[in-house]
């Protein structure tokens, strides 16, 4: 017999938010028939943090609240105060080691102060941290060859960034530039950053501020869960054309999508679409840009970023997070045709580029090929779906497992019939499982889902330590 979720239980938000929740619910429940669901225990880890000497999370909260914009919100009921990281464990300030599953959000990718990347750090800063790119340095040409030779066809420039919605900025107007067109599709529920354009590219109103955001039209999202076509990416590419023919002029500057969505709720788009979406575009004279933000640089495991996964080759690819293990890094990709319209005036990034966050990127990519943490996140990230999976066949709150890799979504709803979003049970779920020393993120429209994106360095025994921390919590619920 499957283990359930009393109906008292998802109507009862107060009683969620009540840890003792649990056990009195337990108690009224029949006696199930299962073993009884053993506590987790963090796999064994050969490192201690020095002890913390620094303000207590109360007064850096205190400090916040003051001092920082009132925009910043954060995880659980009590902030965690974050002092230590080691590969793909966290430590606070108690030193109290946790299961990082949420990597930053999709940025730590081979691991927390990883040796090697921080002594390419290190040895920068101690020649030159910055100059300018009006100078020469090695540190951004050695990058620069070293990402164009992961990357398929002619992409083979590269313009450096700090971040990905600057990444998105720039993808954008290079799109218009050289197509000498405004209109931008993008997808229903993507994110694809917090700018002007990137803004305007994004499909959620509670990342949408009430500013000018001209020139963008959203299709359709190819979602196979919750879409209205399922798994028929075909038929989802055609709302491409149908905006193309009655949105636009028929000429388009570009296409924009995430292979995998991840503010979304991770998300994959169904199979077969970007072709035939890609396939529209081109029609009508646009450019297709690839937002390899979350999904790119090995992250999924079978490819190296997320678009090989559809068998397209894009014109534009942009990066960031993973690419910098953390440091403030992104870039843009494209042919040296598409490159030369910048050349029309003179574009220039500050920091973009920088000898000290090349420096690092160079050294996470040659880290990422020695310890083949592609390879891992095909091996522990497929392990991981199909516990979880599995979980989802025990739980009638998992309404869908879904994702690549290391780039994986929960999805919790109150019923799999209609799909109804499980919003404060999985607040609850996240809070339980931070107590047990593993941490996850959220996202997607309704706020419902589990994304589970830890650094590439995590090993089975932590994939285990994961689920078993999520099949506790459920089991006393």
């Known amino acids: 017999m499957k283990r359930f979720i009393t109906k008292r239980l998802l109507s009862s938000t107060n009683s969620l938010r009540s840890p003792r929740c649990f056990s009195q619910l337990a108690q009224n429940q029949t006696p199930l028939p299962e073993n009884e669901v053993p506590v987790p225990k963090l796999p064994p880890f050969d490192y201690s943090p020095p002890p913390y000497t620094g303000p207590p999370a109360d007064e850096i909260l205190a400090k916040r609240k003051e001092y920082l914009s009132p925009s910043l919100f954060h995880f659980f009921n009590k902030p965690l105060n974050v002092v230590d990281g080691k590969m793909q464990y966290l430590f606070d300030e108690n030193g109290r080691r946790y299961l990082d599953g949420f990597g930053g959000i999709a940025t730590v990718c081979c691991g927390h102060c990883h040796p090697d990347v921080v002594d390419a750090i290190v040895k920068q800063s101690n020649r030159i941290q910055h100059s300018t790119v009006l100078y020469l340095n090695h540190a951004i040409a050695d990058f620069a060859e070293a990402l164009a030779s992961k990357m398929p066809g002619n992409l083979k420039v590269v313009f450096f960034t700090n971040s990905g919605t600057e990444a998105n900025e720039l993808a954008l107007m290079i799109a218009r530039l050289y197509t000498g067109c405004h209109d931008i599709i993008s997808l229903r529920n993507a994110y694809h950053g917090n700018a002007g354009a990137t803004m305007g590219a994004t499909a959620q109103s509670s990342w949408k501020f009430n500013v000018i955001q001209s020139g963008v039209h959203h299709a359709l999202n190819p979602d196979p869960y919750r879409g209205v076509f399922g798994s028929d990416g075909e038929k989802y590419a055609k709302d491409v ?80 997070k993973g690419i910098g293990n953390g440091i403030p890094l992104g870039a843009v990709v494209t042919t040296p045709e598409i490159a030369e319209v910048l050349t029309r005036r003179s574009y220039f990034n500050t920091f973009g580029g920088n000898p000290l966050c090349t420096a690092a990127g160079l050294a996470v990519l040659k880290v990422m090929e020695k310890e083949n943490l592609q390879e891992n996140a095909l091996v522990v990230g497929s392990y991981l779906k199909k516990r979880l999976t599995e979980l989802k066949g025990k739980y009638e709150i998992i309404g869908d497992v879904r994702g690549r890799g290391l780039m994986l979504g929960v999805e919790l709803v109150t019923d799999r019939q209609q799909k109804t979003p499980a919003k404060s049970e999985s607040i609850h779920v996240m809070e339980q499982m931070k107590e047990l020393g593993v941490l996850i993120g959220k996202g997607g429209f309704y706020g419902n889902v589990f994304r589970i994106t830890p650094p590439l360095c995590i090993t089975k025994e932590d994939a285990d330590f994961l689920v078993d921390a999520m099949d506790y919590t459920m089991s006393k619920m």
């Open 241 to 320: 054309q149908d905006v193309i023919d009655f949105g636009t002029t028929g000429h388009v500057a570009g296409f924009i999508s995430e292979s995998i969505q991840g503010v979304g709720g991770i998300i994959e788009l169904a199979p077969g679409y970007l072709p035939a979406a890609y396939g529209s575009v081109k029609k009508a004279g646009g450019l297709c840009i690839a937002d390899e933000v979350q999904a790119g640089f090995g992250r999924i495991g079978s490819h190296f970023w997320g678009f090989e996964t559809q068998g397209v080759v894009p014109d534009i690819v942009t990066m960031a």
